[in-house]
């Protein structure tokens, strides 16, 4: 079977929602019904507005480390102020950002963003992201009779590459690492350290489709995709590995 993508149309939301409800809703809507087997991609900021992540940067209160990151970095104190509530480490930055890692995803800013927000709002990251996924996983199985995969993904900066790519935030459903270690190459050599990051290939794919504006286009569907069913739940943290691990972080000096 050919890996196909659905895109998964919406409406614009700005309160608080039920996602299930609307992606089963948005799903009709689209003329889709979820097989066995396919990988349903969601936004983290869809999934994030839906439990009411948003918060309103002026009536933030600055901490003094908050000033001193704000003078640093050269942006508002309370941008710094939610940096470092969502960020679990920091390791540097430049005018305007602070390169932090959050839920161990190393990112610009802790994730957090102003598009698909209303004015003098920002959006952070979905709460406890893992279990919401394993959540949807079992509402699909039960609604559809259905075993599928789900992604709560977000787009990111790679570094010294231009534009965005998705990546997995969480994900549930199906095997998000596949080894290949100990397999071989073409001509025979053996693999050493090639693990594949069945996810976040996942997440690319369907931000492609999925955009990053004003397309209204809050989930794609993938089909064909081959990815390995799982019923175990997925732990944090299977998809990253430590900082003194990653060749960037230990390449640009570490952590400060």
């Known amino acids: 079977m050919p890996l196909t993508v659905f895109q998964i149309r919406s409406t614009a939301k700005f309160d608080t929602f039920d996602l299930f409800s609307s992606m089963v809703s948005d799903l009709a809507s689209n003329g889709l019904v979820p097989e066995n087997g396919d990988v349903i991609v969601v936004s983290s900021k869809y999934v994030a507005n839906s439990q009411g992540r948003t918060v309103e940067y002026d ?21 710094a102020e939610i940096i470092l509530r969502e960020s679990d480490v ?15 995803i190393m990112a610009p ?15 952070l990251y979905p709460i406890d992201p893992y279990s919401l996924s394993e959540q949807l996983v079992r509402k699909f199985l039960l609604h559809y009779n259905s075993h599928v995969g789900v992604i709560i993904a977000d787009s990111r ?20 690492v596949s080894d290949l270690r100990g397999q071989k190459d073409l001509y025979g050599n053996p693999l050493k350290v090639t693990l594949q ?24 569907l993938i089909r064909g995709s081959g990815a390995r069913l799982t019923h175990r739940r997925i732990r944090e943290g299977e998809m990253a590995i430590s900082y003194d691990q990653c060749v960037y972080v230990r390449g640009l000096g570490g952590r400060r």
Request: some cysteine; proline content about 6%; charged content about 15%.
């Open 59 to 79: 009536t933030v209160m600055p901490s003094s480390q908050a000033l001193k990151v704000a003078s640093r970095f050269q942006m508002r104190p309370a941008i």
């Open 90 to 104: 920091i390791f540097g930055g430049i005018p305007g950002f602070v390169i932090t890692s959050s839920d161990s």
């Open 109 to 123: 800013n802790a994730g957090i963003d102003k598009s698909n927000a209303k004015k003098g709002s920002i959006i």
């Open 157 to 176: 900066l790679m570094p010294a590459r231009s534009g965005t790519v998705g990546v997995a935030i969480a994900c549930a459903g199906f095997e998000p």
């Open 197 to 220: 990051a069945v996810a976040d290939d996942l997440a690319s794919i369907a931000n492609l489709r999925m955009g990053e504006g004003a397309e209204a286009i809050p989930a794609a």
